[in-house]
């Protein structure tokens, strides 16, 4: 029998039809990104791209080779970071500017060494510069979230191989972040728990969808998993920020990310994906957009979304906001635990 | 510069970002559903499919040869029809029972006959056995939406290229709906209109992102489209159920879906789609979750949203349910105005 879950956080439910016991290898694919030509994200090719925001360099100058993580803007933002918003009625339509920043964070000099394949003093340095980033852009007031993504492969929208991350800062709160921060603060006005916190701690006591229980991070499937293979990360203890995150949080993750993509590089055969950080938005901006910040320090509870992009999303999903997961959370995590490295 | 743009009927708002200016031949695809084999839903082949629940057929017995439209079971269904919903807390968590309806309208008998060559009396026919399986299935109370969706192409989620559609009756409101839900009501509270007429009547003062003003029914460019070409299709004048909708309503439809479909498959060259109908929940259906019902013949307003798949959801779209739009809408509608046919 398939079964309905309710999402507690995003506040929707899921259908999981795990039925036809779909495996780890039912998930073909075939889109690939293009190869040869000159790739603006190598080392040597610095020119190619726009002037570096930030890097980590050991003494070379900026814009030169010699970098280990480079920080550009993207040459085709999605938002442009001139200018005032703008706010303007049409009629019964509200619009702004396009203001707000898109940089692009590359991740390694080395064009063919995948993140999940980068030493973890490496993988360190990466979400280090994820933090600087953040702390930065959330100086400027006209920016009430920055939203840290990577898509990897075609299929996860990605257009150049060389591994990247990507970062967005938009003037408004997205709707996403908005469910998920009202779910969480009516949770701690009625328990004054953090919600995360207390889904965290049964899925440790009941352990059948955790993947990695580490020390200081977890990742597990989560209940109501919208897509197979679906994994949640966040700090086993309650902790709001990622701009506030410790180089040594930072550390933990850093081991604990590279261990999930070994596993599901392995287990589902190096599939596309997308991962991002959800964190509290920027409570320096005057605009509430819906949420109020009162208690958002004891409330929110930040994480990681990971993706893997095994199935087309249809009609129905677009249709509803309403997802068919044909793999069991509890599957999924099983076959994650098994995979050897 | 980008621009950002409100959706007053689902809440979210848009990057439409058309400085790139991508043209309608600017998006590549490379997907092709599997040909050969016997196919379970072309005449003669009744006997591959599960028994059908209706059809239209002139005298020929059920389940036989001799019809025009035939409505099946889902072979592999996302929901169950028998059972009760079980509802469940688990810790945290809530669950119930996958009970519901999943049906496949086969639109045609011809496995090369797209809808959008498909004789108007035909499409018709195919409108009209919608609405026959809503009235139907909304009789059970168990169900509180029925979702009519179809996936044409590979990468819209189709799995077999027979001319079909696909329905899912569900035991919750998704949660998209509940958001448009409470967007009319919370307009209609306040202004006493319905919020789609306001909208309809404004686009068609402005005629910018008009693609056909029919008589009774029109298609437009919606102003915050979140994809490429999306479109939204709505009766001209208020009216709040598809499962009421006459038969001469239902004419006017099909006469500008033919002509919707025909644009979209010379100007996009035969992109992938998906469509699906928007109409009000079972008010019979006790269970409100979220939504009050007491003035929904009055405040919601049916329509079908039409979205081409042209571009690939990425991480950024998934982590905020922000989309990015490379086509403003005005340009998308003007080309498949001057579509020629």
Redesign the interface.
Known sequence: ??????D?IQ???V???SE?GRRPDDFPR??SLPTGGICPFCEGNESKTPPEIAAVRNGSGANQPGWEVRVIPNK?????IE?SLDRRG?????????VGAHEVIIETPDHNLQLADAPIEHIHKVLRIYRERLVDLLRDQRFK?V?I???HG?????SLSHPHT?L?A???T????V?ELNAAKDHYLEKERC?FC??IE?ELE?GSRIVIAGEQVVALAP??SRFPFELFIAPRHHHHSFADASDEMLYHLAVLLKEVLLRVKKCLKDPPY?????TVPNVKARHRHGAEWGTIELDYHWHI?F?PRLT?????E?????Y?NPVAPEDAAKYLRQTEL
């Open positions: 029998m398939p079964e309905l879950r309710h507690p506040r929707r439910w259908i999981i039809a036809r075939n889109e085709f933002p999605a938002l442009r200018g049409l009629g019964a339509y509200d619009r702004m500017n396009g979230y939203l993504f990577k898509n075609a299929a996860a929208g990605a990507q967005i938009t003037p408004v997205p709707l996403t972040l469910e919600l207390d889904l049964q009941s209940f109501a997308n991962f991002l950080v959800h979304e993706i087309q999303v249809a009609g129905f677009w249709g509803t906001g309403f068919i």
